[in-house]
């Protein structure tokens, strides 16, 4: 596989070596000077066409500490802002000799799309309503770590519950993809509002009731009401929301033991998670957010350092 386009794009064997060499990526940002010369006289593009920080950040950090020479280009300031095709942006950019584009953009299938053109190699870094694969990798190795600390081995039979917003979460898509890969059973668990169509062809359960979800599983993902993807009310007030899909210390209490507690950030804090929750001692939070330069590091060498890397 030439892109990293989609968590479909992954199985077992794929999955696993990329979370085997964060593991050793990971020991890199612990040392007194973070680098490594896998990826020098390579460049990778990052072209950011929606905000982001976690994901435009760690992408930058992993290529920099693997000594390629990493290009941050924004849309803000870049000649789609004067109206240039975002085709034509990707063509004239590739015509430089980039070797790889990290690319988010708002509309759903723009990564392999612009993968049709380019002759570099393409990761999504979020596109649209659709996907973002390489938050579910870094989540499912801030899990794997977590599992293993409490003596348990690998992700079968496991129960995974992501909560809130699915409708409008790419990470959700992603993470349903791959922690069937992994094994994992996963529970969708949100108002009816905030199921998007067609989520009996994602084989996995659904439901609206959280409090009896809760005690049984094994990690709890939160996921970040986006309210600048909603156009009208999808639910009645916030208070009402956090009621009902929140994880507040209430329902920290009720957690079973050894359970964990994910979100892929940026957290509204009282709305879908208390800071009672976000900063407890199970939190793999800021767990997730260090896992992300790892994980970013490994997905570039496979595709761009390894002659025999599990993604080529």
Not at 70 to 94: F, P
Not at 121 to 133: K, L
Request: net charge negative.
């Amino acid at each position: 596989m030439r892109h990293l386009l989609s968590c479909a794009d992954l199985d077992l064997a794929s999955t696993n070596a990329i979370l085997d060499l964060a593991e050793e990526m990971q020991q890199v940002q612990s040392r007194s000077v973070k680098k490594l010369p896998a990826l020098r006289g390579r460049t990778v593009v990052n072209i950011f066409f929606e905000d982001s920080t976690r994901t435009r950040t760690s992408f930058e950090i992993a290529g920099k500490w693997l000594s390629a020479d990493t290009i941050n280009v924004s849309a803000k300031g870049s000649s789609v802002s004067k109206g240039e095709s975002l085709r034509d942006t990707m063509l004239t950019l590739d015509a430089m000799g980039v070797d790889a584009f990290v690319i988010r953009h708002a509309s759903s299938g723009a990564a392999a799309q612009v993968a049709s053109w380019v002759k570099a190699q393409v990761i999504n870094a979020g596109d649209g309503q659709h996907e973002h694969p390489t938050q579910a990798l870094l989540d499912a190795f801030s899990m794997r770590q977590h599992f293993r600390r409490i003596g348990a081995e690998g992700f079968a039979g496991k129960k995974v519950a992501i909560v809130g917003d699915v409708l409008h979460s790419r990470v959700a898509r992603s993470n349903v993809l791959l922690q069937q890969i992994l094994g994992s059973d996963v529970v969708l668990v949100a108002p009816p509002t905030l199921v998007p169509t067609g989520v009996n062809e994602w084989d996995c359960e659904v439901t609206g009731d959280f409090d009896t979800v809760l005690p049984e599983a094994d990690i709890v993902m939160m996921l970040r009401v986006q309210r600048e993807r909603m156009a009208g009310g999808f639910f009645p007030t916030e208070r009402e929301y956090t009621e009902r899909y929140g994880l507040t210390p209430e329902r920290l209490a009720k957690m079973k033991p050894g359970a964990a507690i994910c979100h892929p950030g940026p957290m509204n804090r009282g709305v879908e998670i208390s800071s009672a929750a976000a900063d407890a001692a199970n939190s793999l939070v800021l767990e997730q957010v260090a896992a992300g330069v790892a994980i970013r590091m490994s997905v570039l060498y496979h595709l761009l350092g390894s002659e025999e890397g599990a993604l080529r």
